[in-house]
Nanobody
Framework: QVQLVESGGGLVQAGGSLRLSCTASGRSFNAMGWFRQAPGKEREFVAGVSWSGARTYYDDSVKGRFTISRENAKNTVSLQMNSLKPEDTAVYYC????????????????????WGQGTQVTVSS
């Protein structure tokens, strides 16, 4: 049975940092990503990473502030979030996908097969 378990969310002041982690159990995945959903808004793409880690993708709103990485030996993907802003406040979800992933697939929530339960990130001003 596949499970994705996130950790690392919390409350931080604007300008601060948090690191989210997600561990997949049951199997490994070609692509992994992070999405977020703020109250009253749709779930949106944050970042994605290929199997090798060589290809990474970011939403424009987080480029230069967030870094996605993965460690296949531990079946984990992490999201280092720096220079956090109040508008980053959301529930963050880890996602994992199989099959071939070309660049545009990373941005689409429907491309992913499995999701974590979400972890809350709150940035105070």
């Amino acid at each position: 049975q596949v499970q994705l378990v996130e950790s690392g969310g919390g409350l931080v002041q604007a300008g601060g940092s948090l690191r989210l982690s997600c561990t997949a159990s049951g199997r490994s995945f070609n692509a992994m990503g992070w999405f977020r959903q703020a109250p009253g808004k749709e779930r949106e793409f944050v970042a994605g990473v290929s199997w090798s880690g060589a290809r990474t993708y970011y939403d424009d709103s987080v480029k230069g502030r967030f870094t996605i990485s993965r460690e296949n030996a531990k079946n984990t993907v992490s999201l280092q979030m720096n220079s956090l802003k109040p508008e980053d406040t959301a529930v963050y979800y880890c996602a994992a996908g199989s099959g071939p992933f070309y660049s545009t697939r990373y941005y689409n929530a429907g491309s992913y097969d499995y999701w974590g339960q979400g972890t809350q990130v709150t940035v105070s001003s």
